[in-house]
């Protein structure tokens, strides 16, 4: 995943036919332009590429779809909160082993935007850091990722900041405005080109495959079924949960009925019928018996589990609440121990 050094051809000054006949397609397309987004469409068109060429990637990537998840939600909570597409910034964690890299999930990053440039704030990824090795201790920090259409100078700006934190991070750009049916994700490495006698870092594609575990299978599935017009359909394990239930629920109802029957016929209040009363203890002997020796161990092993997450449940809040007495007792006996030295000041 180390950066790459190779020549590069002068940068050109000027638009070639091609970008001039783009532009001009653009404003042709929307008449309504006004001179400001002329300017930054020009911008954009003259605005050096920063994609390298020719480079083979380094590196051999698997992206796990709980992090285009994360990204996606993280992307879409923001525009419900801003009412506007926003860009989001996050960083990406998972495992390397030599030239293979694998990454299993992901967090939100905080940044500022400062002259329309977005500067991470790194005091806040130092903390979260802190926090996802604790939960994820065989998980180490590989990149970041960001939100929006082809790669431009921006993103070379945040990815250099990036590289103050971990040296040749891999970058994760995913496109939710795009209408193509392919999955919009694009992974990048860094290169280093040489370009008018000047080193330039650039951005070089890199291809990835997808691998997922049973819990991700799971919920893609779930996810994967929902329309685009709002109205979702049930995963293949909701449906059967769901048919299980119900057929539960109508086993529920029915013994229910026939323990009502023998109820009543044992109080006399219903006559002797000799051939319900053959069928319902014909029933009862087809039900499987659940006295079996195993069946009590691991029954009550399940119920030893329960209480005990249970009881740690309790005990973790318990030291939460004392932690925090310890830590408001502690702040009180130094307000006390500057009052009692401040007195023998004047003293």
Not at 40 to 58: N, R
Not at 88 to 94: D, K, M, Q, T, Y
Request: charged residues 25%; proline residues 3%; aromatic residues 8%.
């Amino acid at each position: 995943m180390g950066p790459h050094s190779r020549h590069h051809s002068g940068r050109r000054s000027v638009l070639s036919p091609r970008d001039e006949r783009t532009l001009v397609r653009k404003v042709q397309i929307n008449p309504r332009t006004t001179a400001k987004d002329l300017v930054k469409m020009l911008e954009e068109t003259a605005s050096p590429s920063v994609m390298a060429s020719g480079v083979t990637g380094s590196v051999s990537v698997a992206l796990h779809p709980l992090v285009i998840l994360n990204i996606s939600d993280h992307w879409i909570r923001i525009r419900s909160q801003e009412g506007r597409p926003m860009q989001v910034i996050g960083a990406l964690i998972g495992k390397q082993e030599g030239r293979n890299i694998e990454v299993m999930n992901s967090f939100e990053l905080l940044h500022q935007l400062v002259d329309d440039r977005a500067h991470i704030d790194k005091e806040y990824y130092y903390t979260k850091e802190e926090q996802f090795k604790q939960v994820f201790k065989d998980m180490e920090f590989l990149g970041w990722y960001t939100t929006g259409g082809p790669c431009d100078q921006s993103d070379i700006h945040i990815h250099k900041q990036v590289c103050e934190i971990i040296e040749s991070p891999l970058f994760l750009k995913l496109n939710p405005m795009t209408k193509h049916t392919d999955l919009p994700v694009n992974v990048y490495e860094s290169v280093i080109d040489i370009i008018n006698g000047e080193a330039t870092m650039l951005f070089a594609e890199l291809g990835y495959t997808l691998a997922t575990e049973e819990a991700e299978r799971i919920g893609v599935d779930h996810v994967a079924r929902m329309t685009a017009t709002g109205t979702g359909e049930n995963s293949t394990v909701a449906e059967h949960l769901i048919a299980q239930h119900s057929a539960i629920k109508m086993l529920h109802s029915r013994v229910k009925v026939i323990l009502e029957y023998v109820k009543a016929v044992e109080a006399g209040e219903v006559p002797f019928n000799h051939e319900i009363l053959r069928e319902a203890n014909a029933l009862c002997h087809r039900l499987p018996v659940l006295s079996t020796i195993k069946f009590k161990t691991d029954f009550y092993d399940q119920c030893n589990d329960v209480g005990l997450m249970a009881y740690l449940g309790t005990i973790t809040k318990t030291c939460n609440s004392m932690n925090q007495f310890i830590n408001k007792f502690n702040v009180l006996y130094d307000r006390q121990g500057i009052g009692r030295r401040m007195r023998g000041l004047f003293f």
